[in-house]
């Protein structure tokens, strides 16, 4: 059995780091400089024993036994800026009581095998040492499922996880009693993520004793290990190397290196790489590039499709998807990447009921962690279009405002932005709105009227609102800065209108119409009826006047008119009472079209012999060109 040789301990430390260069591939800059970085945290009385360098020359494990203790326990180091960090014990889950040694890291870094030594019990006569192959699975940075592995015995050492992290080679002592009883090489390969076929022996290794096995870069690897041989009554280890049997070889895998720089600057950065299983989204494994030259490296298993996420703090990410189910040797793809640390974006604004450009007075940026206003500058166009950068990393609250709309606030996390360049984001602003109150009451005596009814028609876009009614009022929610045309109509009133713009300050609008009650040879003149020059054919503009003549006289089933128009003094007086006869008729047939029984309603042209107003301007002429209608019965 083999056991721990005491040596001078920091002989032993200098030894056992300075021969790490020969077990890695390491970054080229740091193999002559990486054991004294270390040593440098390596007090005197510390005892260091096995090594593992991790797949991306990031990370050192090693198993030590640190002043004032009784075993030895597994750490780590990490190199960071060219410098490597201070050692960090591994959690209590893989450092036990006992001693754990031979730590051996997968090149995805997400399982570490080792061995745990348990000492013999003293009280028990036949008892012995035990060692026993072990491993650990890393999950979101946390070691867990700390257990033996199956086909482990009690007497394993040295275990080696090679690149495709699923050959393991290891020694085991093989012979019985103690002068025939020697570590030999063995192997097994893995059937998924807890089974292993059953170990076999490296023929080759089975004369002398055997351990500490590692390989290097070339393809097919070589083995290298260590042998125990006995001279002149000393026992010192020897090393051998030998190729390394077919079987035994590593099954292919991809190897993915480059560099990370900042694409704006082109400098190096220290990131991070996400591998995801591309069908399932499983995450694998994470993975770091170097803080001073960023350069990664990471391994890619055969039989898998990969998602590649690239990402570094106030960086964009970057995805790049990778094929290896047909992947065939060992392969080796350099992938440089380029991050953004800032973002350019473009904003156009629209009205979101019109769809039309709408340009925002006011845009101001906010960051949603602090709350803090961020000065941005920003290059508007001519159409309601908006340029700006803004750094990544942040998570944003851009707020746009513009008089009678509401504010509009977008959430935008630059942190999340995948590698693109340009932004284009299309914002819709809603117009205001206030709450409008609207009474109607009689002309004569100010009674409120509450059986009637009301309609607003915006003249700025198309929208038409029937007010509720409240109590005693009519109510509606109406756009701010916007003019309404208001019609009320009850029963046994003439119809009313008026026009109200609706003010900008976010407050109650109240408007009071009055309301004429109908009664016999009441006369109700018709706004906006006109007819093509010279013609008795109504223009479309009156249609909605005459509508409401015909809402009238539905409302008011006993009601009864006499339809008359009107022209003023041009022209002679054949003339003028022809072309009133036509247009008072014309707007007879209009009514009777929608409905109303031809019989309540006359019609007549008086041409220019009923002027309201002198005919002496062009103004008082207007006046007279009109149509009216009077209340014959009810």
């Keep these: 059995m083999i056991h721990i040789k005491r040596r001078n301990p920091m002989k032993w430390c200098i030894m056992a780091l300075l021969l790490l260069t020969d077990v890695s591939d390491m970054i080229a800059q740091r193999d002559t400089h990486i054991g004294n970085e270390l040593l440098k945290y390596i007090q005197q009385g510390w005892d260091i024993q096995h090594q593992s360098m991790s797949f991306d020359s990031l990370h050192i494990y090693f198993s030590a036994k640190a002043p004032h203790d009784n075993r030895y326990d597994i750490y780590v180091s990490e190199a960071r800026g060219g410098i490597w960090l201070a050692p960090v014990r591994l959690p209590k889950d893989i450092n036990t009581a006992e001693d754990e040694l031979w730590p051996s890291i997968s090149s995805d870094e997400q399982t570490l095998y080792f061995v745990r030594h348990t000492a013999a019990d003293p009280k028990q006569k036949k008892s012995t040492d035990k060692n026993v192959l072990h491993c650990a699975q890393r999950i979101l ?27 393991l080679l290891f020694a085991r002592r093989v012979g019985d009693g103690k002068r025939n009883a020697h570590y030999a090489l063995y192997g097994t390969r893995r059937i998924d993520a ?23 870069k070339v393809v097919p690897p070589i083995l290298h290990y260590s042998i125990e041989e006995t001279i002149r009554g000393t ?11 077919k079987q035994w070889q590593p099954s292919s895998f991809l190897t993915l290196s480059g560099t990370l720089r900042n694409e704006q600057t082109g400098h190096p950065i220290e990131g991070q790489i996400y591998v995801y299983n591309a069908i399932t989204a499983q995450l694998l494994c994470t993975a770091k590039s170097d803080a001073v030259t960023g350069k990664y490296r990471i391994s890619l298993q055969q039989g898998d499709k990969y998602t590649i996420d690239y990402t570094a703090p106030n960086h964009s990410h970057y995805y790049m998807d990778i094929d290896c189910t047909k992947l065939a040797g060992y392969p080796e793809q350099k992938q440089d990447v380029s991050l953004l640390n800032a973002l350019n974006i473009h904003i156009s604004t629209f009205d979101s009921e019109l769809f039309t450009p709408l340009q925002a007075e006011r845009i101001a940026f906010t960051d949603k962690k602090t709350g803090k206003a961020i000065p941005v500058r920003c ?43 340009h932004t284009e984001l299309d914002i819709p602003m809603r117009a205001g709105r206030n709450k409008t109150q609207i009474y109607i009451v009689d002309s004569e005596t100010g009674r409120t009227i509450d059986s009637g009814r ?3 028609n915006n003249t700025t876009r198309r929208e038409q609102i029937i007010a509720a009614p409240v109590h005693n009022a009519y109510t509606a929610q109406v756009i701010r800065d916007n003019t309404y045309h208001i019609t009320t109509s009850a ?24 309301m004429r009650a109908i009664h016999k040879d009441a006369i109700l003149q018709l706004r906006n009826i006109t007819f093509e020059y010279n013609s008795h054919q109504l223009t479309e503009s009156s249609y909605p006047e005459l509508e409401r003549v015909v809402a009238l006289l539905q409302d008011n089933p006993d009601l009864r008119i006499e339809l008359s128009a009107h022209t003023d003094d041009r022209g002679t007086d054949a003339y003028n009472d022809r072309l009133s006869t036509l247009r ?5 047939d209009y009514i009777v079209s929608h409905g109303i029984a031809p019989e ?33 019965d009810m």
């Design 584 to 588: 008072g008729q014309a707007a007879m």
């Design 600 to 632: 309540r309603i006359t019609s007549i042209g008086y041409g220019k012999r009923k002027p309201i107003v002198p005919n002496d301007t062009d103004e008082h002429r207007a006046v007279n060109r009109r149509v009216e209608f009077r209340v014959t």
């Design 235 to 245: 026992t010192a280890a020897q090393s051998r190397t030998m190729p390394l049997d």
């Design 141 to 167: 940075d946390k070691w867990e499922d700390v257990a033996p592995i199956l086909i482990a015995s009690d007497d394993d050492i040295s275990p080696l996880i090679l690149a495709d992290n699923r050959v």
């Design 194 to 216: 807890h089974n292993w076929y059953l170990p076999q022996i490296l023929d080759s290794t089975m004369e002398q004793s055997a351990y500490a096995p590692y390989t290097d």
């Design 379 to 421: 290059l508007r166009d001519s159409i309601g279009g908006v340029d700006f950068t803004l750094p990544i990393g942040q998570d944003y609250a851009i707020t746009f405002s513009r008089r009678a709309f509401e504010d509009t606030t977008l959430h935008l996390n630059t942190a999340k932005q995948v590698r693109f360049t």
């Design 454 to 456: 009301v309609v607003l």
């Design 491 to 514: 029963v046994g009133y003439f119809y009313a209108d008026t026009l109200l713009t609706i003010p900008e300050p976010q407050q109650v609008v109240t408007v009071t119409i009055p």
